[in-house]
């Protein structure tokens, strides 16, 4: 997907490469929460800044998941085509096929796969079977990695990270990172199984996959974006639960609180605590929105 852009002077490059990218994340979080003020808030994120100062696919990443999940309910297939690109980057993607699973969301599945098996199809055509071979072979360097005093941890905000700065040790970090992705498994697929409200279930899909890798870096809490949106606005349509405001702003300053401490080498776990408190939160609301459903049916 970014050949093309390979082909270009760095600059121009970059430049493309953040204003297409950033274009249809700020349409797809439109479609999300239409209200003049979600460009602003979008553009004033931080997490939005992080991935712009980077150059990285967090704009891009945010674009095909909240896409996929906003299509699903009327356009399946497609859905699932446009989530299966996540394979990209997959370690953001394992929870998707537990959601669709569970929420028997068949012809997303079809779609998924296709699309994750057209991509891998055409990489092999463009580039043959060399670059596969060499990302098989480097995948035990980024296990290595998780196991290295000196990996970045600052800029991770995991629960496995915040463990490893605070001098807690491999075994203790893989133990309650271990905890955490059963947890958010459990959680996705009750919530996706028993038919939440999209705005719910997008949301705590969304806040699960960057909770469950270990390795999630900083410029990858542009996609936090998406279930601040759908809470945001489920809120501003409905009513606010008591202290939601507050917990939607600490998340939208998520990024700038976490870059500020990395600078200042503070070792918190503000990451896993923010991002934790907001999936609970949304695992609570789901939770009461569906039984009050139920009830009323």
């Known amino acids: 997907m970014v050949l093309p852009f390979s082909l270009l002077p760095y600059l121009t490059s970059l430049t493309l490469w953040l204003a297409a990218t950033l274009a249809v994340f700020l349409i797809v979080l439109w479609r999300i929460g239409p209200h003049p003020l979600i460009f602003l808030l979008t553009l004033a994120f931080p ?12 704009f891009l990443s945010a674009a ?23 394979c990209f980057k997959p370690h953001l993607a394992l929870l998707v096929p537990v959601a669709l699973l569970a929420g028997r969301h068949w012809k997303a599945l079809l779609g998924a796969l296709l699309s994750a098996l057209g991509l891998s199809v055409a990489s ?6 060399a670059v596969w071979l060499a990302f098989w072979h480097n995948l035990p ?5 998780l196991g290295n005093d000196t990996a970045p941890w600052q800029k991770m905000p995991s629960v496995y990270a915040a463990v490893m700065s605070m001098g807690g040790g491999v075994l203790l970090a893989w133990i309650l990172q271990a905890t955490v992705m059963i947890g958010v498994i459990a959680a996705v697929a009750w919530v996706w199984a028993r038919g939440a409200s ?8 969304i806040l699960g996959l960057l909770l469950f890798p270990p ?17 945001g606005w489920e809120g501003y349509r409905k ?19 976490f870059l500020a401490f990395q600078q200042r080498g503070m070792r918190m776990p503000i990451g896993p605590l923010v991002l934790g408190a907001l999936f609970i939160f949304t695992l609570r609301r789901a939770i009461t929105s569906t039984n009050a459903h139920i009830s009323n049916n």
């Open 64 to 86: 095909l998941l909240g896409g996929g999940l906003l299509l699903l309910d009327r356009f399946p297939l497609v859905a699932g085509l446009l989530l299966g690109l996540l």
């Open 124 to 129: 092999v055509s463009v580039f043959g079977w």
């Open 215 to 231: 390795h999630i870096f900083n410029y990858d809490l542009a996609i936090l974006a998406l279930p601040l949106a759908w809470l």
């Open 198 to 205: 999209p705005a719910m279930r997008n949301s705590l899909l």
């Open 239 to 257: 009513s606010y639960l008591l202290g939601e405001p507050l917990l939607l702003a600490l998340g939208w300053l998520l990024p700038l609180f």
């Open 141 to 145: 360097v980024a296990l290595k990695l």
């Open 47 to 58: 997490g939005t800044f992080i991935n712009f100062i980077c150059g990285q696919n967090g």
